[in-house]
């Protein structure tokens, strides 16, 4: 399995940016897909995640009503939509997937076996 992470770049507070994730190697039907992120200094966190198979989403509190996590079926990519930018979404972003049968969206990184490099996404203030 392999993920690529695209999309990120710099936008001012308030901007938007879209993030993607391409997954490839296998079928995704059953796969949970999350993303996190790692500000400097700080632990990677749980940002949003979906359930491709039921289309479940869950999000951190301190991006919803912000970003959208979204997937693509017939492309097998999820993109996070993130508008509303401030200055702490500065990170290093991961997309990540793993296998799941039930409806529910992982939310630690330990659950998650794959993953894809990081994209930088830097909002100035």
């Known amino acids: 399995v392999q993920l690529q992470a695209s999309g990120g770049g710099l936008a001012q507070t308030g901007g938007s940016l879209r993030l993607s994730c391409a997954a490839s190697?296998?079928?995704?039907?059953?796969?949970?897909m999350g993303w996190f992120r790692r500000a400097p200094g700080k632990e990677r966190e749980f940002v949003c995640g979906?359930?491709?198979?039921?289309?479940?989403?869950d999000y951190a509190d301190s991006v919803k009503g912000r970003f959208t996590i979204s997937r693509d079926n017939a492309k097998n990519t999820v993109y996070l939509q993130m508008n509303s930018l401030k200055p702490e979404d500065t990170a290093v972003y991961y997309c990540?997937?793993?296998?799941?049968?039930?409806?529910?969206?992982?939310?630690?990184?330990?659950?998650?076996?794959?993953w894809g490099q990081g994209t930088l996404v830097t909002v100035s203030s």
């Open positions: 990540a997937a793993d296998i799941s049968t039930g409806s529910f969206v992982f939310t630690g990184p330990m659950e998650y076996e794959y």
């Open positions: 190697g296998r079928t995704f039907s059953t796969a949970v």
């Open positions: 979906i359930n491709w198979r039921v289309g479940s989403t």
